[in-house]
C-alpha cells in the first residue's frame, strides 16, 4: 500500500480548488468532479466504477455496501470512494471503505479509501468541520490506508442577481466553501494533514 507521503501526493494533483464553483450538496457533482480528474491523470491507465460492485454477494441488496465509484489502475482496483454530506452516515461509509480495503481476494490492488465529507451538520454544527471523531476512528482501526478530505464553509454575501436569488431559495446553497482541507492515516500509523485550497 502507499504511505501517508506517497497518497499526500497524489491528492495533491487533484485540481480542488473547481469545487468552489458547485453550489448547493453537490454530491454528484464532487463525484463527477473526482472521477473526471483521476481519468485525467493519466487516460491510457486510469478507470473507474460507477456502480461500483459491492463486497458482499447475496440475494438483494441485503448485507451489501457499495462505495460511491472504485477508482482502477491498470487492470486492478485502486481506490474507493466515499463521497458523504450528512455526518450521521460518516460511520457507515467509513466500514463500507474499510470493506473494500479488507476483501483483498476480490479486490486486490487496493491502495487507500478516500472519504470527501461536505459537513452539511445539523443542529448547532451544521455546515461545519466534523471530521474529528472519524479520525479517531481510523487511528483505533490501526490498519487501515484513508485519506480524509474535508470542507469548510461559510455564508456567502449574497446580492441581487439573478444567480444569487437562486442561491437563497434554499439555505445549503447559500454557503460557499472557503477551504479544503486532508487527514491522512496510512497502516503503518503515519499521519500527514494540511490544506489543499484556501479562497
Known sequence: MLNAEQIEELIKKFEWGFLHNMYGHAH??????????????????????????????????????????????EDKPYMPVEVETLVEKYDDKLGTLFDYIDNKP???GIEFGLFFMTNRCTGPTKYK???DRIKKEVINRKKYSIALVSIVKCKSELSNTCLD??????????????????????????????????K
Open 106 to 108: 476480490v479486490f486486490d
Open 28 to 73: 454528484s457533482s464532487i463525484i463527477g468532479f473526482i472521477s473526471t480528474q483521476w481519468i485525467s491523470l493519466d487516460p491510457n491507465v486510469n478507470s473507474l466504477f460507477d456502480g461500483v460492485p459491492s463486497t458482499v454477494i447475496g440475494k438483494g441488496r441485503i448485507g451489501q455496501k457499495n462505495s460511491d465509484i472504485l477508482l482502477c489502475r
Open 165 to 198: 436569488s437562486l442561491r437563497k431559495r434554499n439555505d445549503y446553497s447559500s454557503y460557499e466553501i472557503t477551504s479544503i482541507d486532508y487527514w491522512i492515516h496510512d497502516k503503518n500509523g503515519k499521519i500527514k494533514e494540511g490544506r489543499l485550497w484556501s
Open 129 to 131: 468541520h466534523n471530521w
